[in-house]
């Protein structure tokens, strides 16, 4: 996993003025995180509406922004849901297209038991020989992956590298870090409000929204954390705190998406059953981003 990076946006999937998914300036926007600080980019995340996205405009945009970052950049591409049959059919069509690795979450709505996530991830890793990063957020899911069952995954499934960790519960953290039971497996941060900390538990780096917007930070942050210039880090954790708030301050991608249009991305609104950027969080948002504005 370390060998896939540090630092990941899980970025946006821009629309045109039609709805129709924009490869062009996906490509650009994954294009502009790399050159902002970014070892690569998720591509069909939650933050990516991949809820909302077609199967064939997922593997246009893996093709697509693979090919545009080439040897660049790592591109992770996220091929699940809840229904695992699809889940692995759509991780075997993404690795064709050359992909560098896949994110996998938790099933959301169904429920699973824990032997459940077991059979469901497992039926994934092994129908792939690319990196299988896992996804828990309860809060979205309304499942929460314990870590023992992380740890049993990693135990059966050598490509299983590393999870996203997004529980926001400091004791399942520290338990992750704690207990893994292979050195190279690897915990991220799901949760940019969360990344310091993190570091400070054992983690190694993130998988954030806010990388759209200030990535050169979130890495001078960790740099900085890394160089024992802890009061350091914790001044740009600070500096970033009000920023992180209002970003999930509707749910995530609303508050991204309309943050990328103002920089001048063709970012697009967001699909149904996404809802629009509301006119107060607007003037909340707009003076916190000004400062990461591209130049």
Not at 35 to 59: H, Q, Y
Not at 210 to 224: F, I, N, P, V
Not at 269 to 282: N, V
């Amino acid at each position: 996993m370390k060998a896939l990076g540090r630092l990941f946006t899980a970025m946006i999937t821009p629309f045109d003025t039609k709805g129709a998914v924009d490869l062009d300036e996906a490509a650009r926007i994954a294009q502009f995180l790399v050159d902002r600080g970014n070892d690569g980019v998720i591509v069909s995340g939650t933050t990516g509406e991949s809820p909302a996205l077609e199967t064939d405009e997922k593997l246009a945009l893996f093709a697509g922004i693979k090919d545009t970052l080439g040897a660049s950049a790592t591109v992770i591409a996220g091929t699940t849901g809840n229904n695992t049959h699809h889940s692995v059919e759509l991780t075997k069509e993404a690795e064709k297209t050359g992909v560098d690795a896949i994110l996998a979450v938790v099933p959301y709505y169904n429920k699973p038991p824990q032997d459940g996530l077991l059979r469901h991830f497992g039926a994934i890793a092994e129908a792939t020989s690319l990196p299988v990063v896992l996804y828990n957020i309860p809060g979205r899911t309304n499942v929460n992956m314990l870590p023992e069952t992380i740890h049993e995954l990693a135990r059966r499934h050598e490509n299983i590298v590393g999870v996203k960790e997004s529980s926001g519960n400091v004791e399942q953290f520290t338990a992750l870090v704690r207990d893994r039971v292979r050195e190279d497996f690897t915990v991220l941060s799901g949760d940019d409000y969360f990344y310091l900390p993190s570091l400070a538990l054992g983690a190694y780096g993130c998988i954030s929204v806010a990388g759209h917007l200030c990535s050169r930070e979130l890495r001078a942050m960790a740099d900085a954390y890394d160089s024992g210039e802890v009061e350091t880090a914790g001044r740009i954790h600070r500096d970033l705190q009000a920023l992180f708030s209002a970003l999930f301050a509707q749910p995530s991608p609303i508050p991204v998406k309309w943050a990328m249009n103002e920089y001048g991305f063709k970012a697009g609104a967001c699909r149904p059953p996404m809802g629009e950027m509301p006119e107060d969080l607007k003037a909340v948002l707009r003076p916190l981003i000004a400062p990461y504005r591209p130049e």
